[in-house]
Each structure stands twice: as C-alpha cells, then as structure tokens.
C-alpha cells in the first residue's frame, strides 16, 4: 500500500516501520492532547477513537469521540462511501485519529488522507497522553462501533 505524502524509499530497499512511520509522520500536523481538546469543544475537528474494545472497556472512552475500530475506519469515514458514519460530511473535516499511544493513529490518519481527507492527522501520545493531560473520560463504559460491515468484522 502507498502512503500519499510519504517519500518513497529507494528502488529495491525495503522500508521497515519505524521509518515508514517518521515519513507518514513528517506529513500530518499532529496534535497534542490539550489542542485537540480544544478543537473538538470548539467544533473544529472530530476525534475518532480507533483503539479495539478491551482497552475501551479498561481504561475508558472519551465523551464525544466517534468510536470506530481501526478495521472498519476508512469505510466509515469515507464521504463518499455507503457505510460512512453520519459525521463523515466531506473531505474538508478535520479528523484527529487516536488510538493508545499514537502510533496505529498515524498510519490511519494517512491512510483517510488517501481518500482524501486532507485534514486527517492524529492524536501525539494517543488516549493514554489525553487521559495524563487531565482530560475528560468516561470510564466504565465501551462504546459499541455499530454493525460490522460485510466482510470486515
């Protein structure tokens, strides 16, 4: 899979994760826990929480964030797709993606950019620097993601 904005690695070298992920990273205006607070209360950016249920259910999910499991993201997001979510209205929305530690989110924002959510970028330290921060969470309650879509739960 390629990754739009991310340099490709020179012809015939295999690029492992760790670099895979300083270009994708080089791409995205990432946000810290504070900032994209603030955008979320100010209805600037929708937080999208990817992280599988286990951890939701052990440390919680924050009020407001779109709970969407990282296998069914990109149909859910998608604008233009049958199975987006109702928050999905166009390409122009700013997604903040997070997921534990903000590592997976990364790749997942770069993956929304390639169907063209432009603004997609992720959350820096993940749920567990939102949750250090002092931020809201609800905890005890998991969030269902809705019905799995055909093929993908």
Not at 42 to 69: H, K, Q, S
Not at 108 to 117: E, I, V
Request: charged residues 25%.
């Amino acid at each position: 899979m390629a990754v739009t904005g991310a340099r490709p690695a020179p012809a015939g070298r295999p690029v492992g994760i760790d670099e895979l992920l300083e270009r994708v990273r080089a791409d995205l205006d990432r946000v810290e826990a504070r900032a994209a607070h603030d955008a979320v209360r100010a209805g600037d950016a929708l937080l999208v929480d990817i992280r599988y249920a286990a951890l939701r259910e052990r440390d919680g999910l924050i009020p407001g964030a779109l709970v969407v499991e990282r296998n069914e993201l990109e149909w859910r997001l998608d604008p233009q797709g049958s199975h987006r979510a109702p928050e999905a209205t166009g390409h122009d929305l700013r997604v903040v993606v997070v997921c534990n530690e903000g590592y997976a989110s990364s790749l997942a924002a770069a993956s929304l950019r390639q169907l063209g959510l432009h603004r997609a970028t992720d959350l820096v330290g993940g749920f567990q620097a939102w949750r250090s921060a002092g931020l809201p969470v609800d905890v005890g309650t998991a969030a269902p993601t809705g019905a799995a879509l055909p093929g993908h739960g």
